[in-house]
């Protein structure tokens, strides 16, 4: 089997699992047999153009989106130097109060070829391991706005297009320290309501220690500013002093 046809067919999979179709349900929508469905999944058998048309209108998504296979062959585009997002590959990390547990999710940068300021991101939300992004729990697209201090990023859930997701982050003063960040979008159980979420954005893998964990819980200083301004505000730590892996 190919590496495009196993991408594509594990992309195809994820999201007809995130919409809740059964193989069988899915099989009989795009009228194809169930054998030929658990074939294209597991990339035994290359897709047509066609089939992948009707499967991203079935999914509600863009087509695009089951093909964004990333060849190795391939140099991928120059980043703007001088901004802290110059790397095509970051780290995502915040602390769910609802799971008591790390939320981790990897971002993937491309520049637009028409528009260098325009920058395509695909985040993997929901990892257990950074080595395996397509088992995450939801992936993300939209565009990047990197400024001198301040970056913001604009992400859409490609199986539900209704979830929006915006996350402003303050860029580090060294460049070789994670950015801080806020992460807003819609919360689900036990509420269905807006929500924001401290995060860390870095470069390199971090080392999961009682202080990374400190760093990602709001602090007695984070409810002090929400209590005195009655607003959520996102500073910088005073140290922010985490350690990369190995």
Do not use: W
């Not at 991203?56 to 190795?72: C, G, K």
């Amino acid at each position: 089997m190919s590496a495009i046809s196993q991408h594509v067919g594990q992309r195809i999979k994820k999201c007809r699992k995130s919409k809740g179709f059964t193989i069988e349900q899915f099989s009989k929508i795009i009228n194809k047999s169930k054998a030929t469905l658990s074939k294209y999944e597991n990339g035994k058998i290359t897709i047509d153009i066609e089939t992948l048309l009707d499967i991203a209108d079935v999914l509600e998504m863009e087509f695009v989106n089951l093909i964004d296979y990333r060849s190795p062959n391939i140099k991928p585009e120059a980043l703007p130097a001088n901004s802290y997002f110059n790397k095509h590959t970051y780290y995502l990390y915040y602390f769910d109060g609802r799971t008591k547990k790390i939320t981790r999710a990897l971002i993937h940068l491309t520049p637009s070829r028409e528009d260098a300021s325009d920058i395509h991101v695909i985040m993997y939300h929901g990892l257990e391991s950074f080595d395996a992004p397509d088992k995450c729990q939801y992936i993300f697209t939209g565009s990047m706005k990197p400024y001198d201090t301040i970056t913001h990023m604009y992400l859409t859930n490609q199986t539900n297009m209704t979830e929006r997701m915006y996350l402003c982050i303050l860029n580090p003063m060294d460049a070789g320290s994670p950015a801080i960040g806020m992460l807003s979008g819609l919360g689900s159980k036990p509420f269905f309501a807006p929500i924001s979420i401290k995060a860390l954005i870095s470069k390199v893998l971090l080392e999961e220690n009682e202080n990374f964990l400190n760093v990602l819980k709001l602090s007695k200083e984070d409810y002090h500013m929400v209590k005195y301004y009655n607003m959520m505000v996102i500073n910088r730590p005073n140290s922010l002093f985490l350690e990369g892996k190995k």
